[in-house]
């Protein structure tokens, strides 16, 4: 399963990239506004982050219709060779997928929450599609288990030659919320987990590794007193 990083924060990225494990990173309309991001900074955010990786990065259109989304969307990919355009789910999204897929542009469906949606997403000629985890869990469902329903229904049909230039279809574990959601999304088989910076260091962290390089810096502190 490959890592993306979902946030807006440069030194976030720059830090996971660091690690040498980041694929991509995953923005959003909320996370942009977190960083206190205005709209005429947008554009050349975005291009900073593309700079730091050389995986997709997903930029989300924020217009309404489908004609405005194509226009935009054509905006966004202009920006730099590996951004994604990221719609959200509907017959506007859909629309607006169809025709960016169609002109190579390639297209992160996102605020899918079931296996018709995901289907469709993906015969719209989506490159990437979004299940959200953690939202359904904030309305005391399973998560995981629609993630699970969402990767079996795909598993049944081959997409290799969907997409932008054949390049087949992803699913893409979103609204994670921890360690375990990682863990969990890995064993279903989702090809990609974004993850939030802060869950994305928990994912590095285990009791027992703490204990153990307290162990080993004891010793070797015996090692150099003698």
């Known amino acids: 399963m490959k890592f993306f990083v979902d946030t807006a924060d440069l030194d976030e990225i720059a830090e996971a990239a660091s690690w040498g494990a980041l694929a991509g990173v995953t923005t959003n309309p909320t996370l942009y506004a977190k960083i206190g991001g205005s709209l005429s900074g947008f554009p050349a955010h975005i291009q900073r982050i593309c700079a730091l990786v050389d995986g997709p990065v997903s930029a989300e259109a924020t217009k309404t219709t489908r004609q405005e989304l194509i226009a935009e969307g054509r905006e966004l990919a202009a920006l730099a060779p590996n951004v994604v355009v990221k719609l959200v789910m509907g017959a506007e999204g859909l629309a607006a997928c169809r025709a960016l897929a169609d002109a190579g542009i ?70 994670i919320r921890s360690a375990q959601h990682v863990t969990q999304a890995a064993l279903i088989g989702a090809d990609i987990a974004t993850v939030p910076f802060a869950v994305l260091k928990k994912c590095i962290e285990h009791p027992l590794t703490a204990q153990g390089i307290q162990a080993f810096e004891k010793d070797w502190e015996k090692v150099c007193q003698v």
């Open 106 to 175: 390639g297209v992160n469906m996102t605020l899918v929450f079931s296996v018709p949606q995901a289907l469709l997403a993906a015969r719209a000629g989506a490159r990437y599609i979004s299940p959200f985890v953690g939202r359904f869990d904030d309305i005391a469902e399973d998560g995981i288990a629609q993630l699970g329903e969402i990767v079996d229904a795909l598993s049944n049909y081959d997409w290799q030659n969907v997409g932008v230039a054949g390049q087949g279809l992803e699913v893409i574990a979103a609204s």
